[in-house]
């Protein structure tokens, strides 16, 4: 009989088990240091001792002293990787990493790193270990640790670009930038100036590659601390770069600039000498450069200028950027995309390098770190969105005289450029400027995809401020305190920011308004005043009406995001009493039937309920709410938008009202539980699995059991009671089937907060009514398979689920029922025969050891439980609502297992799980297996497998000695000495029983190996058995042996799991970034995450015994059964990450399931498994099992199943996917460095003989696996040739074979004849795959024979880099004459000829960078090649392959062959440019002596006009003639000799056009990267061709193909065609008018190519220190840059005047299009438009300004669609484009111009928008003067004639107007109201009566543009505007009346969704009056 206890004794506030005292060691517990205490809370808030310090120091040694052993051995892989591995382990346990170590051991990993030749994956370990010990900028600064920058830079130069023949490349550029932007912080600020010498010469603007590598070279390697030199530079850099990725690596390189210098002692120039400079490399000087100019010898106060660290002028700048990075469509034809379209010229290597950070952050940082005190504060604004304050004007208003247009402007001009800043702060004044702009598209009816990119802003904005505000809260904030942000300027931001979120808010983007929800929950917590009361205004009304669902939605979730605001006291007293008004609305929020919404409204009361108690406090003694006196506050007026009268309370008022408000929790309860119930009662049916409905029914159920968790937790005593009995009274009077899973949550949910009361309720009922169940049969039906249950089992269930919920939590309340619980779970285990009978009674076994067995917290209220159990704090637990706490004033209560509950656990196993393990044997033996056998072995099984999965922290675990000796022996890590092979120490992580002599341990340890031998024995006996109708049976093994070998440690307490959700409550509780106090729960989440990773250093490696071993076998036969469904490969996945020595097991198995014979489905079952990456790319990727897998796979051949080889195709693809080629090059590399570093390391570690012994051994290891591997290598190559010249191979196998010998090739060893020769044949095979492959074999082969030849030392060649025997470097000055003298030389006729001297005129330059901005010093060259002597010699061992390439090549039948295929009818319609390098690979290497072989072939094809034909030929001639670059002079010539009469013959007009993409592809092909004078008698044609040719022939043909040609040749010479241009542009100009369009447009081409290549810079001399003291010093408005537009000034004029004759001459109609006029006006928009999406697009405008104008003429001429198209265009694009500052004004003239003097009223039209455009996307540039000039013009033309103009300018006046200064407005809205009085209009037949509407229509659209231009808040004029003057003129003649009417129209749609705050503005009589205005309608009633 049970004991049942006194329940009249139970409470919610019993103490409960006592808070164990932990004991700390000494070590831990006094030690001072900062990080020890933080280990020591760690230590403190876990039930058990953890390790000393001196211990876990000790294994640190160890670790460390075994890396140095590896580096010292060259053990890299797979020893220094795993040693790291051990190392990544360590840190999760929390310990400190002394300094010293840490230093030494980042510098070993950064060394490692930066060696060339390393392994990709160990350089990617390292740097992660380098990133994760300097990832603190407290534990390591540059004074701790300097590195050195020139080892990454030298790798990264020489890795970035690819040559045309490297296909394979690797992640090595992405490694070293990583790696880059890691050690930046520590390269030393004295290394800038050789860093800036260094990289400024590469950077040429003509070059869009070179200009973004040398960016990213100077962002990514400058020092930060130090910019004053350098960043005036950047910035002339930047505003003269048209490119987008320019733009967002530039943005995130300022915020972190911006970021850093807040602080003004960073920058102090005198550090630079203060730091020691002991890290720079052998190649690197220290140039000193004049620094005068930047305050070196003053007292430093920091790098702070107009705007944070930036000129205004780079602050405009910077805005206008931020303005164009939110990509907001004007329906302006895309501005915007002119830097994405400049961007597109980039190579795909740039795109190698790490990309930067999206620039949204990098803007807000920027912006934020940029706020200060530093401007005249405007006073406090009314505004929402403000950016300057209104101001009376004192303007006298001025009489009617002349136009109205006159009228309206006097006042305008006059005013002087307001000097008031938004809370005193410059940039805050732009941002709220910029805000403003934008705020229209933040509204959900012009969302798009830009609002995700607004509101992100808006996000990280509000972020960064809240972020910023706190750190310089903090006592160590370096900061000045006239630098910081004041209170003003966060209430300021609050205001600006607050409308467009409030009307984001509303999106129905999920992104939008998670943006929306994470800056709202920041803003309510900086000024909770502004943001509590618009939520909730707009919060409660939709609530209450239950409108649209996508409102309510948004408000829940606005409600969730203020959730701080409205339960912390701290942060908004007055937001609590509004809580429970909040509760009682979102009730109906539970709701099945919308699931979205039942999510958002858990989400919501979870976050509520973890920061306060459930509990009625009315009754408590105390104050009354009734006797305080809520008068007593002050009365404040909001400076809302309504300007609302609120009250202020006092705090005691508000607690009296609070207080009043917890008597409605009781109420709020029951109807919440209510409402949970009646969700339950309507859930679908369950499924066969017992889930009920789909995912999202689950989700719901889970979240709404998730939100009762937390709230059950936090009730009060009676309430809990109250909520106990209202569970139990439904779940003892209700049986629902599809409500069983959930009936179990939910009385988990109350187990979790008070395990006593719950079993005390339930248990006795669920036991009883089991027990009659099954006495009645139920469960009764014998099933092994999942099915939908029996109606007469429902009870059963029923009360097994809420039996399951009760034992949830606290294990020593379980005790109380020992005897109930045993005598049912012996019942259900003889008496379940169903499926989910027997398996829900295991779940209970298991639930109940779990809760005994286990170590976990056992509650989690938001305040410590003795505080909880205080009778004060249950009186005024109100006043504590929201508290925070520091991590050392947590309690936890942990449930630590006793005794008792141990013996308890094993009582269960010795009386229930040993019988049914007894049965179970029985079962084994019996021969007859029906189903009655097959039901009892998988219900005793299923028993069993429950209760070890229970267990997995009962005992430890501990690995003997010989298990450790022979699982070293059976390792995965293969030819290692044991030493180096890493293991576990097992540590303290709360294990019952860990001593292995007690008899308890080994009752369990016998009894759970006995689990295991019978695992192994069923599995034998049901692989024998092999039946179909066994599969539920193996299902049911599989899972108890992935329970017997998985579940232990963190099984069940994930380490993974827990580090989520101890991230996302962090995410979920921060209030802003650098919290250091949280939420009780947090601190509870991160002991319980402790433990976890305390648990998992324990599961990391596991015992493999015989009997492991035997089931690791079991596993892996049955991944290859026959019934796919039993095959459990992701088991396998999880095994192999547990059990080392697995995949080396399995392999063996999984290869004898390839071979002949095999049974299809196992086979199959065989190759997905080796698909999976343990295992198949483990093979592949460790070089001694390569050849097995290989041959393995190339076998598979032989079963011919489509199926079977799909598979096997899948599987090859996979793994030659991680097959990489093997070099082997990092043994015989020397680093001096790496070896300092080492010694270093070693220095501070000890070291004994025996250590010294293991790292010989270790080396000796290395050099016998290096052998070795080479072997295996060599033996594939061997095996695979064999396989590939086998005939009988099929052809799929074939290519396969070729793919695996192109990666075997090497450049560590020579490659053998055999090799090469497989490739030289295939590559005249009859597939086309098969050749492409072959062609890549022989590209590498031979590329890898020069670089053996030619490259100086293994560290050059693993780096691919090679010493030309021409290559020289000339040493050069930093002179205009030298770049000038270079580009002459281009052009130069006199061939070059090898001669003693080198300089400029004797050397050939293929790639030119240097010279455009500055010269590094020396020019890299080539020298010309001997007269007849060979210039290569090829290495020695690479003689054999070279005969047989000879051997083959030279050889006519080859060419014949090879030529046939290249001739081959293809899709190609350029030359194929494999072709043409696999050509040119082989001419390299043998020089001429195929050519005479090879000429008949090419001479027939050039003949035959085919166009495979001619490709085929253009393909041989430039591999010939690419081949033939460094050949002796004779023999080119002898060449070119041939081929020059065949260039006149083939590139001429005659050419087919089909041929003519071939034959340009040709041309630019062979000017790639070339010195035009190694191609001089190609260049002499194509020169010669285009200036002879007639363009204005009969047809376009002919021209076309001579232009084709000659682009191709100008294209690829880029900066070097500087020579031609003038002659070109000069033959081209007279073309401008050419009768053909085709030729035109390459005219416009022309032109804008010799812009861009004439474009260079203006320093003094090309000197980089020159260069950048020149940014430093000279003004804004000077262009150093030269991106001014002058190269085409004279051509441009001549145009200006032309034009005017051409439009005299146009001819009308339909011949328009052939008028000079329209042909020329077509060619200028092409030019333009290519010109502004260039990079160099700023020159434009120099351009466009004369000629502007005109453009605003073609886009009225009728006739003429595509010049009205292009110029349309043009003027568009061009606004996308920051123009120079001095250039804004200009643009604007000739804007106003068209405006103002056109006699067109379509070009009016027509300017307009254009004028809105540029305003809005260049509003930082546009000075308040010219606002005003522009508010003049558009006032002016609202007397326009038109109509359709006037309305053009009110639209226009009202975008511009809300960026306007307020006082504007208020004076323009006096004037237009004036003139509206005084128009009176005479009758209709009066001759002035069309002047009066016109003057009366010119002021309501001023009216209108004014209300119009504040969509979204209502202005104090505003309400008069609409009620009288609009109202009074609602019957006005058209277009008076529609005007009015559409402005009413759009009034409404703005104001609608914020109406309840708008109306507030309006008097009654002005409302009716509204409604009146709005067509009756009742909606403003």
Known sequence: MTIIPDVSRLALNDPGPEIHQTEIPDDINHAPDRYMQKLKLYATSLPYAIESNARMQDMLDFILRRIAQCVEAKDFEPGLVQWDSMITYWNMLKYPFPKEKRIRLAKLYFHIATTPGMPTQVMAVCADGLSNLTRSKKKLSIDDM???????????????????????????????????????????????????????????????????????????????????????????????????????????????????????????????????????????????????????????????????????????????????????????????????????????????????????????????????????????????????TPMTSGVSTPQVSGSVGDYLTVPLHKWGPS????????????????????????????????????????????????????????????????????????????????????????????????????????????????????????????????????????????????????????????????????????????????????????????????????????????????????????????????????????????????????????????????????????????????????????????????????????????????????????????????????????????????????????????????????????????????????????????NLAILRGCVYNDGSALLVYKGELLSLLTLLRDKTFSKRGYTWSGKLLSSALITLTHTYPIENKFVNPEQWNDKEFQRNHHLYWGKLFEPGEVKISWHVPSAEEIDFSLQLFRELVEPAMTRLDLLLETSSRDAIWRNDFCRYLSFVREAFSGIPTLFKEFISPDVLQSMLASSDIINEIPEMIASIEPLASGFCLTDPQDIRYKYIATLRRRFGEFLHAASLSLQRQGEENTVDAVQMLISSIRTYLLEYGDSKDSYYVNTDQYNSEIDVARQYSGQKVWPRAVFVRRARFYHSSRLFWNSIERARGPLENSLLDDVVEWSMWHYPSVRHQSLLESLTSVYDGLRLRALPALYKALQPGTDDDRMKGALWTLNISSFGRFAISEPTLVPEIIKQLLGCHHNEKPSIQNCVSTVTDTCLANFSEPCYLIYDVKNTALDESLLALKSCLSFNKSEDSITIRAREKRIERVCLMNEEYNRTTRAVLEIANDTATHWRYAIVAVRVLRTLLRRDTPTSPNHLNLFLEKVCDSDPTMRYYAQRGIMKALRYIKLRSYCRNPAALALFSQMNPLRCNIPIEGSYSATAEILTNFKLRVPIRSSGTLDLSSIYCDTLHQGWLAWSGTLAAYKPPHRSESTFEWEPSSAEALSCLREITVDADFWKKLSGHFAEENHESTVVQDHISCVKSIFQVLGDEPWDLLKPNLETLLADQDKNKQRAAAELLAGVLNGSKHWPQEAQDQIWQWFTPYIKKTLDQSMKTETVPIWTSFVGYMFHHKDPRRLQPLVEHLVEQFNSMDYNGPSSLESVKVLALFRAFYTELE???????????????????????????????????????????????????????????????????????????????????????????????????????????IVVCRWLFLSVHGTDAISAFDYILPLMPELFRFTEVHDNEELVRHANVLLVRMCGVAPPRSMIGPLLSAIFSAIQTSPSWKVRLKALPILQVLYFRQLPLISESEVNDILDVLCQSLDDEVVEVREMVGTTLSGILRLSPRRSVV???????????????????????????????????????????????????????????????????????????????????????????????????????????????????
């Open 146 to 388: 300097r590195l050195p920058w020139k080892p990454i830079y030298n790798i990264l130069r020489e890795d970035l670009f690819l040559t045309r023949r490297q296909f394979e490349y690797s992640q090595l550029s992405w490694c070293m930038g990583y790696i880059a932007d890691l050690s930046r912080r520590f390269f030393h600020p004295a290394a800038i100036e050789e860093m800036l010498s260094t990289f400024l010469p590469g950077f040429n603007g003509t070059n869009l590659d070179s200009v973004l590598s040398s960016q990213y070279y100077l962002l990514t390697f400058l020092p930060l601390t130090h910019p004053q030199s350098y960043l005036p530079m950047l910035c002339r850099l930047w505003e003269s770069i048209n490119s987008y990725m320019y733009d967002e690596r530039m943005l995130q390189f300022l915020s972190r600039l911006a970021e850093m210098h807040v602080d003004s002692t960073i920058s102090d120039p005198a550090r630079i000498y203060d730091i020691l400079d002991d890290e720079k490399s052998e190649d690197e000087g220290r140039p000193k450069w004049k620094q005068d100019d930047y305050h070196a010898g003053q007292t430093w106060s920091g790098l702070y200028k107009e705007v944070g660290i930036f000129t205004e002028h780079e602050w405009h700048l910077i805005m206008c950027k931020c303005l164009a990075s939110m990509a907001i469509p004007l329906k302006d034809a895309g501005s915007l995309t002119t830097g994405p379209t400049a961007d597109s010229s980039s190579s795909f290597e740039i795109g190698r390098l790490p990309k930067a950070n999206w620039r949204i952050p990098s803007l807000a940082k920027l912006i934020v770190y940029s706020m200060a005190p530093d401007g005249a504060s405007a006073p406090p604004s009314t505004e929402s969105t403000p950016w300057c």
């Open 1615 to 1721: 900066w070097k065609f500087i020579s031609w241009s003038d002659s070109t542009m000069d033959r081209f100009w007279r073309e401008v008018h050419s009768e053909h369009d085709d030729v035109r447009s390459h005219v416009a081409e022309m032109m804008a190519f010799c812009n861009g290549i004439k474009w260079q810079p203006k320093p003094a001399s090309l000197d980089v220190e020159a260069f950048v003291r020149e940014c430093r010093e000279m003004t804004d408005d000077a262009d150093i840059m030269g991106i001014r537009g002058t190269y085409h000034t004279n051509r441009v004029l001549e145009l200006v005047d032309n034009f005017k004759v051409w439009r005299e001459q146009r001819l009308p109609g339909v011949r328009a299009y052939q008028s000079t006029y329209d042909r020329v006006g």
């Open 419 to 798: 000097k008031l800043y938004l809370g005193g702060s410059k940039a805050l004044d732009s941002l709220a400027r910029l805000i403003a702009s934008t705020e229209h598209f933040f509204h959900p009816t012009n969302s798009g995809s830009w609002t995700s990119d607004l509101t992100a802003f808006v996000k990280y904005i509000v972020y960064e401020f809240n972020k910023r505000w706190h750190e310089e809260q903090l006592s160590d904030c370096k900061v000045p305190l006239t630098r910081r942000l004041t209170r003003e300027m966060r209430k300021e931001l609050v205001k600006c920011l607050r409308t467009v979120v409030l009307l984001a808010v509303f999106s129905q983007d999920s992104s939008t308004v998670s943006n929306v929800q994470s800056a709202l929950k920041s803003m309510s917590c900086m000024e909770p005043d502004l943001v509590f009361q618009p939520i909730l205004e707009r919060a409660i009304p939709s609530l209450e009406a239950l409108v649209e669902t996508q409102r309510t939605l948004s408000v829940i979730k606005a409600l969730s995001s203020i959730v701080p605001a409205i339960v912390s006291r701290e942060i908004y007293y007055p937001g609590a009493k509004h809580l429970i008004t909040i509760l009682h609305l979102l009730v109906p929020g539970i709701d099945l039937n919308d699931p979205t919404k039942t999510l958002c409204t858990t989400t919501f009361l979870s976050e509520v309920s973890q920061y306060i108690m459930f509990g009625d406090v009315t009754s408590s003694e105390g104050l009354e709410a009734s006797d305080v006196d809520i008068s007593s506050g002050q009365i404040t007026l909001d400076d809302g938008p309504g300007d609302t009268i609120q009250l202020k309370l006092s705090n005691e008022a508000e607690d009296a009202l609070l207080r009043d408000s917890t008597g409605s929790f009781a109420s709020w309860v029951a109807s919440f539980i209510r409402r949970v119930i009646q969700l339950l009662e309507n859930l679908p049916e369950e499924g066969p699995n017992g889930s009920a409905g789909g995912t999202t029914e689950v989700q719901v159920v889970d979240a709404v059991t998730g939100a009762c968790s937390q709230i059950c937790v936090h009730l009060s005593d009676p309430l809990f009671d109250l909520v106990l009995n209202m569970i139990f009274d439904y779940a003892s009077t209700n049986v629902r089937s599809n409500a069983v899973r959930a009936i179990h949550q939910l009385v988990e949910c109350i187990a979790n907060a008070h395990p006593e009361k719950t079993l005390f309720k339930f248990l006795p009922f669920c036991v009883a009514n089991i027990r009659t169940e099954i006495e009645h049969g139920a469960s009764s039906v014998r099933t092994t398979s999942p099915s939908l249950p029996l109606p007469s089992d429902a009870t059963l269930h029923w």
């Open 1867 to 1981: 004076t323009l809205k006096d004037r237009f109201v004036k003139l509206a009085g005084k128009i009176q209009l005479p009758d209709r037949v009066s001759p002035v009566y069309n002047a009066a509407v016109r003057q009366r229509h010119a002021a309501i659209i001023g009216i209108c543009a004014l209300i119009d231009s504040f969509p979204y808040t209502i202005e104090k004029w505003m309400p008069g505007l609409l009620t009288t003057v609009m109202l009074e003129h609602t019957h006005d003649p058209i277009p008076i009346s529609t005007t009015i009417h559409r402005c009413a129209s759009n009034f409404r749609k703005t104001h609608q969704d914020t109406w309840h705050e708008d109306s507030r503005r309006f008097t009654d009589d002005q409302l009716a009056a509204l409604s009146t205005l709005l067509t009756g309608s009742s909606y403003y009633a």
